[in-house]
């Protein structure tokens, strides 16, 4: 028993270290022909010393995380807020839902050319776009949550005294709780994917401008860094979400 | 605690229901599918939109939300909070009122005690048994201290024997604390056993209401009596003691081998489920065997009802189709009939006392 998280985890790294190991060995022994464009895994890794320390990895993805978190951040909690409202209050979902339903199917990097009229090119524009690409979604898992909550708990609730603020409280958010958490968990890896696509386009600073210069340079191995530092961080907001969801769901689903 | 009085309620289902359930008594709403049991109930807990008006202790509760009524429901699928533990989920009505910590937890260990279910404390629902999820629901039903108890077939997704058990303990915690319960079944054994009275609901009115008894050997219409099982009732002349709780009844032309216990017989009910069939006399020892001419033969699928002609009584037989089948029995075929003593109920001269004689194991 005392094993099985181990080997879990082993076979979890042995397919990514044969994949890594694969991808030197065959940039080293230039197996595939114009070199320059494929370097070595070891290369790629020894240029995120070189950035780190000329300074120029940090502050780049400081500022990309920066756009994220605010523009995350504020979009779930409108969402949630939103949400639980439409949910909650019958008026208000039939007031809403027709205007959602109109908003949600525009790509939210479909709003870049509107944003930059209205906001214009500024550290404001990633977050706006990272703001609608977080809303909607957890706006409907949260809808989705509060409105599965059985009738008959509610009525439970409100037979054994409760108002409907602490049947609110104590009952419909901790039940919603898995369908917020299946939306946070999925938007928080597509706040990483829309912040570069904005950076690439618009925006001098972030990730997502430093790969579009690596580029012009014919740099790779920056642009291979920057890949990679944005498959880590999708992954860590992910799981971080997974661990909330398990911490605050786990013990009674 | 509370007389409960509703007059002329309607809506959807209830046409102009009037209904008096009496001080720390249990009353039974039985009836069929659809006939607006829960409806009722639901009227007076508060949960469904009415008309007409309901009152506790001459009270009009109309305009009070539900959780102003101060009453406790006890629902079919248990309805506890999943996310919360045994403890929370009891503590959760003491919470909702805003009481202090102290008093609370006080409270949830008195329940913990008085429902046997201490070692259950912080588990989560979906860990507990059916029998344990409804003792938590009634310990948390009974944490706010309510006066009026609703209870909808609040064990019928549970097994026989713990029902049984269950209904046992409920019946005797709500003569204890002395609460005013209704409690909807349409189980006619769960009935009998728990009722003080029974009110038969049907297309969403009381079709009748009285002691169990009254219901059984009275039934109004027809439909009553289909309910419970349409029993064939026998008026009694005489009764002659016999041994153990056991006596031989005059019943017009019939004497039969009844539970007896030094009372004077008013009438005998023999459920025709407890009524058996066979075409020769069988040779063992067995009271309450009589010959008979088959009279009539209805089928109501999935079940017969056979009429027997015994002396100068008529009794009905309900076999299953397929046994019905199997013996090809017709119109004036002789045949044995057996009344096994546990399907007889007996009605004393001094209907006063509403015995409960043995129940049932099966419906």
Known sequence: MNNQPRIHFLWGVVPVLTMLLLWETTARLQLIPGGIFFPPFTTVMAEVGDMLFCGVLIPNFMSSLGRVLVGFISGSVFGIGIGILMGWNERVHRWFSPIIGLLYPIPALGWLPVLMLWIGVNEML?????????????????????????????????????????????????????????????????????VVASEMVAIPTGIGSLMMRAESLVRLDIILVCLMILSMMCLLFERFFAFLEFKTTGKWR | ???????????????????????????????????????????????????????FN?????????SKRNVGYLFQAFALFPHLTVTENIAFGLEARGLDKKVISQRVTQLLAL????????????????????????????????????????????????????RLELKSLQQKLGLTAVYVTHNRMEAFEMGDRLA???????????????????????????????????????????????????????????PYCG????????????????????????????????????????????????????????????????????????????ISLKWIRVLLKCSCVDIKPIFMVND
Not at chain 2, 4 to 11: P, R, V
Not at chain 2, 277 to 285: E, Q
Request: glycine share 8%; with cysteine.
């Open chain 1, 126 to 194: 990633p977050i706006a776009i990272i703001f609608i690409c977080s809303f909607f979604p957890v706006l409907y898992n949260t809808l989705t949550g509060v409105r599965q909550v059985k009738p008959e708990l509610i009525n439970a609730a409100r037979i054994l005294g409760a108002s409907d603020l602490f049947i609110l409280k104590k009952v419909v958010l901790p039940l919603a709780l898995p369908n917020i958490f299946t939306g946070l968990k999925l938007e928080a890896g597509m706040a990483w994917k829309v």
């Open chain 2, 1 to 55: 605690m509370p007389v409960i009085s509703l007059s002329s309620i309607t809506n959807h289902i209830c046409q102009d229901t009037q209904l008096q359930i009496y001080d720390g008594e249990l009353l039974v709403l039985a009836g069929a599918t659809g006939a607006g049991k829960t409806t009722l109930l639901n009227v007076i807990a508060g949960f469904t939109p009415y008309g007409g008006s309901v009152q």
């Open chain 2, 58 to 66: 001459g009270t009009a509760v109309d305009l009070l939300p539900p």
């Open chain 2, 115 to 166: 429902i046997k279910i201490g070692h259950l404390h912080n588990r989560y629902p979906k860990s507990l048994s059916g029998g344990e999820k409804q003792r938590v629901a009634l310990a948390r039903t009974l944490a706010p201290h309510p006066e009026i108890l609703l209870l909808d077939e609040p064990f019928s997704s549970l097994d026989q024997r713990t029902a049984k058990l269950l």
């Open chain 2, 200 to 258: 038969v609901i049907r297309d969403g009115r009381i079709e009748q209401i009285g002691i169990p008894s009254e219901i059984l050997f009275n039934p109004l219409t027809s439909a009553v009596s289909d309910l419970f099982g349409a029993p064939n009732i026998f008026k009694c002349s005489r009764i002659e003691p016999l041994d153990f709780g056991l006596g031989r009844a005059k019943c017009g032309s019939l004497a039969l081998i009844v």
């Open chain 2, 263 to 338: 009372k004077a017989v008013d009438k005998i009910a023999v459920f025709p489920s407890g009524v058996r069939l066979s075409r020769h006399p069988i040779d063992t020892p067995m009271p309450n065997r009589m010959q008979g001419i088959v009279v009539d033969v209805r089928i109501k699928t999935p079940v017969v009802l056979v009429d027997i002609q015994v002396n100068d009584e008529r009794i009905t037989a309900e076999i299953s189709s397929q046994l019905w089948e199997e013996i090809h029995i017709n119109i004036s075929d002789p045949v044995y009939v057996t």
